[in-house]
Structure formats: structure tokens, C-alpha cells
């Protein structure tokens, strides 16, 4: 086992991805069963990985094709209609049983867009033509995927990632109307709506008045339990050291980076680099290198909000946890009149700033801005 291979920072997945076993399985029957489903996570919470490792999982069991879609830089219209056709084109070809290159099917399900089949070397490749209308052009496409995958008897995995990108997109008519006469419809193909706006998401897919309103169901990526992050550290160091952690590492450890899966593998990464397993002094010597490190990136996002949202996060920080952060006693500790508090910690959640914990309380999310903060 490499040292560092269970810690990535970016997707995690196979032997690295901790647990989610519950979402795992909610997430994969919602595929299976072609029930819809939008993601509501914080960023760097790990929702691309749970989706990865869903993605893998349900190739493994049913051999469900996959395809996504990332619309972070689509600028325009044209450019989320190119990405969605490209994923299309994938999601497609990957529906053809292995040895088996008969374009027949797919030629009928997509002839509205006149497709082109080419292959180069053993890899067949299906192009569309570039509609006029490129938010017909989506609708049609994602409607020709669906009576692919019924021609060929097989599901769909389809994701959007930063899927509230959509709202910054100008286009003539409803585009979210668009998607979801071709998602409502789908009868092999299950959609995945995933970003890192929270609230974005939210809007569009609870509010009455949008086109996308009850087309899914929700589900939430929280932080990973205590429980199951300490299983998998034990079995990592164990493979790592033949042993354990102390229980007084693995607390430090997850006390510091409050359980947010970036910061754990950024921490755990550096730690299973050493010979020796580490104490509690070391694990808090190396977060406070990290925390050194990384400061400027969380103070940046401090400054950036008002005086009275500053004063409500430091408090936070400085308290730890704060039950009622609204309330009389620690507004008047901060000095606050209840409409200003009212006012911050609107802002604070809705930028994903502070989060309620299982026990009701509320605290930051990122564990370094905590760190600096508390020390202010």
C-alpha cells in the first residue's frame, strides 16, 4: 500500500473512499430505479467522490453506462449545449455491447441528429450534428439518449456537476424547462444534478415557481461520523505501522480539521509520510503548519464579508460551537443588535461559511479559518 494512496486531495475512490456506505446505496438504487436526484453538499465535502464511487459501482454490478457533464467554465449557451452532446456521444457509444460495433440502433434513436459513426483504431465514435437551436438541440439529444438506452435494454448514469452554472446562462425560453421535459420523461436514464452552491441548487429545485421543482429527490453530503473515520484510519495505520492510532490521536486529528474529508486527507497525507505513527503532539504540530500554510486562502474569504459577518464568524470560531448564534446572550456578547445577527448569519450560511452540527450547534466549516479566527 502507498503511503499517501488512501489520502487523495482530489476524488477518492475505491480504497480511499470512507464509508458513505448509506448514500452509496440510496444513490445507486435512485440510479438503478431511475429515480432523479440532486445533490446538496458543501464544497470540497466530497460529492464528486461519492458520485465516482457510485458511478464505479454501478458499472461493476449491472454494467450501467455512465456519462457527465461539467459546466463549470460553460460560458454561453453554445457551450453547455457542445458539453451536454458530448456526453451524449460517450454515453452512447458505451450502450453497444462490447464486441458487438451494429450502429443500427443508435443510427434510429438519434436520427434527428443525423449521427456520424467513425472508429479509429478499436474505438467507435458517434457524432451529432450541431443543432440551430442549441436549447432544442439539448432537449432532443438527452431525449435520443433515453430511447437508445430502451433500444439496447440498458440504464443511463447521466451527471451534471456545477449544474447551477445554468442560472448565469442566457437563453431564449426556458432552459430548465427544456431539461426537464426530457429528464421527466426518462425512462433508462437517471439524471444526477450535483454543484457547489448549495443554496443555487436549492432554489432551482425547490421553489414552486421554477421549472425544476419536485423532477428529484434530494439528498445531503455531510461530514463522515467519527466512528467511520476512525475505522478507516485504524486499518490504514495498521497497513501503514502495524498498529492502531492511540484513541488520543485519531480525537486530535479529527477535532482539528472538524471532520471535513479535504482537510483530514490533506492532514493524514503528510502524517503517513513519517516512519513512525504519530502522537498527539505531532498531529497538532502538523496542522499547524498546514493551518500557516493555508491561512491566507481563508482570510481572503474573511475579508471579503462585512464587519458584522466578521465579528459572527470570530465569535463562532472562538467559541467553537455557539447553540443559538442568534441568540440574546451571544449577540450582546458580540455587541450585535438581533437584526444585524440576523442579517450575518444568513449571509454566513448561505455562503457555506458555518454549519449545523448533529447536535443542533453551529460551527465554521472550514476547519483552518476556524483555527486562525480562534486565535484572534
Known amino acids: 500500500m502507498a503511503k499517501v494512496a488512501l489520502f487523495p486531495l482530489g476524488v477518492a475512490v475505491g480504497k480511499a473512499h470512507v464509508n458513505r456506505n448509506d448514500e452509496r446505496r440510496r444513490l445507486a438504487d435512485n440510479v438503478l430505479n431511475v429515480r432523479h436526484t440532486w445533490l446538496a453538499a458543501r464544497r470540497r465535502m466530497g460529492k464528486t467522490s461519492l458520485i465516482e464511487q457510485v458511478r464505479a459501482d454501478v458499472k461493476t454490478k449491472r454494467k450501467i453506462a455512465s456519462a457527465g457533464v461539467d459546466l463549470l467554465v460553460a460560458h454561453d449557451l453554445r457551450a453547455v449545449e457542445a458539453r451536454i452532446r458530448g456526453a451524449?456521444?460517450?454515453?452512447?457509444?458505451?450502450?453497444?455491447?462490447?464486441?458487438?460495433?451494429?450502429?443500427?440502433?443508435?443510427?434510429?434513436?438519434?436520427?434527428?441528429?443525423?449521427?456520424?459513426?467513425?472508429?479509429?483504431?478499436k474505438t467507435l465514435r458517434m457524432t451529432l450534428h450541431t443543432p440551430q437551436d442549441p436549447q432544442r438541440g439539448i432537449e432532443q439529444a438527452l431525449m435520443a439518449l433515453d430511447d437508445a438506452a430502451a433500444e439496447h435494454n440498458r440504464r443511463v448514469m447521466f451527471v451534471f456537476d456545477e449544474f447551477q452554472q445554468l442560472r448565469a446562462i442566457k437563453a431564449d425560453g426556458s432552459l430548465e424547462g427544456s431539461i426537464r421535459h426530457a429528464v421527466e420523461?426518462?425512462?433508462?436514464?437517471?439524471?444526477?444534478?450535483a454543484g457547489s452552491e448549495r443554496h443555487l441548487l436549492a432554489d432551482m429545485f425547490e421553489d414552486p415557481d421554477r421549472p425544476l421543482y419536485h423532477l428529484c429527490e434530494r439528498m445531503s453530503v455531510q461530514r463522515i461520523s467519527a466512528q467511520a473515520y476512525t475505522e478507516f484510519l485504524n486499518h490504514a495505520a495498521k497497513a501503514r505501522w502495524r498498529r492502531p492510532l492511540a484513541d488520543k490521536v485519531v480525537d486530535t486529528l479529527l477535532a482539528s480539521t472538524l471532520r471535513h474529508p479535504y482537510y483530514v486527507n490533506a492532514l493524514c497525507?503528510?502524517?503517513?509520510?513519517?516512519?513512525?505513527?504519530?502522537?498527539?503532539?505531532?498531529?497538532?504540530?502538523?496542522?499547524?503548519?498546514?493551518?500557516?500554510?493555508?491561512?491566507?486562502?481563508?482570510?481572503?474569504?474573511?475579508?471579503?464579508?462585512?464587519?458584522?459577518?466578521?465579528?459572527?464568524?470570530?465569535?463562532?470560531?472562538?467559541?467553537?460551537?455557539?447553540?443559538?448564534?442568534?441568540?440574546?446572550?451571544?449577540?450582546?456578547?458580540?455587541?450585535?443588535?438581533?437584526?444585524?445577527?440576523?442579517?450575518?448569519?444568513?449571509?454566513?450560511?448561505?455562503?457555506?461559511?458555518?454549519?449545523?452540527?448533529?447536535?443542533?450547534?453551529?460551527?465554521?466549516v472550514d476547519p483552518v479559518m476556524a483555527a486562525g479566527l480562534a486565535n484572534l
Not at 420523461?185 to 444534478?193: D, E, G, I, L
Open 88 to 121: 451524449v456521444e460517450s454515453a452512447a457509444v458505451e450502450l453497444l455491447p462490447s464486441r458487438q460495433r451494429r450502429t443500427e440502433r443508435l443510427q434510429r434513436a438519434f436520427s434527428r441528429l443525423r449521427p456520424e459513426f467513425s472508429v479509429g483504431g
Open 185 to 193: 420523461r426518462a425512462s433508462n436514464v437517471a439524471y444526477v444534478f
Open 269 to 364: 497525507g503528510r502524517l503517513w509520510q513519517a516512519e513512525q505513527a504519530p502522537n498527539p503532539a505531532v498531529v497538532q504540530r502538523a496542522w499547524k503548519r498546514f493551518v500557516e500554510e493555508d491561512q491566507r486562502r481563508a482570510a481572503s474569504r474573511v475579508l471579503a464579508l462585512s464587519s458584522a459577518q466578521r465579528g459572527m464568524l470570530a465569535g463562532i470560531a472562538r467559541a467553537g460551537e455557539i447553540q443559538h448564534p442568534t441568540g440574546q446572550v451571544f449577540l450582546q456578547q458580540l455587541r450585535m443588535a438581533t437584526s444585524t445577527g440576523l442579517a450575518a448569519k444568513e449571509v454566513l450560511e448561505r455562503q457555506d461559511l458555518i454549519q449545523q452540527t448533529e447536535t443542533g450547534a453551529w460551527c465554521l
